[in-house]
């Protein structure tokens, strides 16, 4: 951060002081963010789900030379400096490199966000009738406050995968004509028991189940004659059976459109910022990269966070370090297992994932010199965790002091946050598995405000600074 003016208009650079980014910034600049956020609306509201992130993320890729790793090990392909490769984990992962001039032992410079969101998932065997309504049993995906979920219009987003391996895409609730999913609440009339308990009893998660029709069928020898008319119309429509909810992945998000907040326009609200505005400037970021970088460039978009980053899609599993042994191996003559440590070890990371902003609405939740502000730049967070740095990845001083000097030489406005007061909770990120490895990592994405709720807020400058942020690690980060 510069040193800032003081009221004599003197440079002090005893004092350290934030400012908001609006009063640092020209016309110019400005113009910038609003084109740049602009297109990550649109982008938000069509990749709501991160199959769909990924698949929009790989025509982009593809579109700027990136080649599948899978094409690429057929032909048995060499790849050198300014090349450039993507590797997909199930189609909901997906990491993508550009080789840089060093050799890849020196390290990779990463970018690493999350494409998945909260959500509420559909079970495996769904569909019910109850007292002539049909209904959609669900279990949620990652930490929500089930009762902002209620009352709002839904959509239904995934793939049926039939018995022969053919897949079929589903997207109900997005066009302007589709018909739309709710979860229903009861009347205040009637809520006098409901609304003497806690937030978070007041909505089963059992109970959130999204009602999907009511019109009857007219046949005599049908006892569940409501469900049988979804079955009917799911049959015509998609060619699935009931038997078929056995292997699917339908989850259910908000129906809305991303929607510029504000008078004066200066924040997006929308559905899954978490954690697809780092996901989609750091995508950005990766596409925009002119010249070949010195080190390796990086991007991780990576699925399953917000459950913990378990599963063969997670960042807990072994794809990333897979995928850098494929590219060691696509980029020397002999492939060693030392090679791959050390290119790990030497490598730096962002992780970029969301953190919260201050909220003058619920002031006592944060420590306010330590928390991150609406519009003051990219929010860089030395530790996350909770309860005294409980599992938290806490970046090295020397790592942090690199990030400053890279940030303010390229003119990213930035500023530091934690997430929350000492002892009020907390969170993490996927910062401590690519620890592991004995990288350099520090936490740095968007501030946001009703993280998790089904629509967010994120502030213009400080997703466009974001994307600024990215693309100076990617290209400038070592000196
Ligand atoms: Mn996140
Ligand atoms: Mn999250």
Known sequence: ?????????????????????????D????????????????????????????????????GKGFRNAEILKKENAKLKAGDKVYYSAYGKTLIAFIIGKKPLTEGFNIVGAHIDSPRIDIKQNPLYENSEMAYLDTHYYGGIKK????????????????????????KIGEESSDPVL???????????DQMKKS????????NLDILIGSEPLKDKDKKEKVKARILKILSEKYKISEEDFLSAE???????????LGLDRSMILGYGHDDRVCAYTGLKAALDLKEIPQYSSCLILADKEEIGSYGATGMGSNFFENVCAETLNFCSQSYSELDLKRALANSWMLSADVNSLFDPLFPSVSEKKNTAFLNYGICVTKYTGSRGKSASSDAN???????????????????????????????????????????????????LLSMHAPMEVAGKLDIYMAYKAYLAFLKDARK
């Not at 902002?148 to 022969?164: D, S």
């Not at 709710?182 to 006098?192: E, K, R, Y």
């Not at 978070?200 to 998660?205: K, L, N």
């Not at 339908?250 to 510029?260: F, H, S, T, Y």
């Open 27 to 62: 016309e110019k600049e400005k113009k910038s963010i609003s084109e740049f956020c602009s297109a990550y609306s649109l982008f938000l509201g069509e990749a709501k789900t991160e199959r769909e992130f990924h698949d929009e993320a790989v025509k982009l890729l593809e």
């Open 397 to 447: 001083a020397e790592f942090m002091a690199q990030i400053r000097r890279i940030f303010d030489s390229n003119k990213v406005i930035w500023q530091t946050g934690e997430l929350g007061k000492v002892d009020q909770g907390g969170g993490g990120t996927i910062a401590h598995y690519m620890a592991r490895y004995g990288m350099q990592v520090i936490d740095c994405g968007v501030g």
């Open 199 to 206: 937030l978070a009893e007041g909505v089963e998660g059992e």
């Open 250 to 260: 339908l989850e259910i998000v908000p129906a809305a459109k991303p929607r510029d």
């Open 147 to 170: 009762y902002q979920w209620l009352t709002i219009p839904l959509a239904l987003h995934g793939v049926v995968v039939k018995k022969n391996g053919s897949k079929v895409n589903i």
């Open 182 to 192: 709710c979860l229903t609440d009861l009347l205040p009339h009637l809520a006098q």
């Open 1 to 25: 951060m510069p040193a800032t003016k003081t009221k004599n208009n003197q440079k002090s650079v005893l004092e350290y002081k934030r400012e908001n980014g609006y009063l640092k910034i």
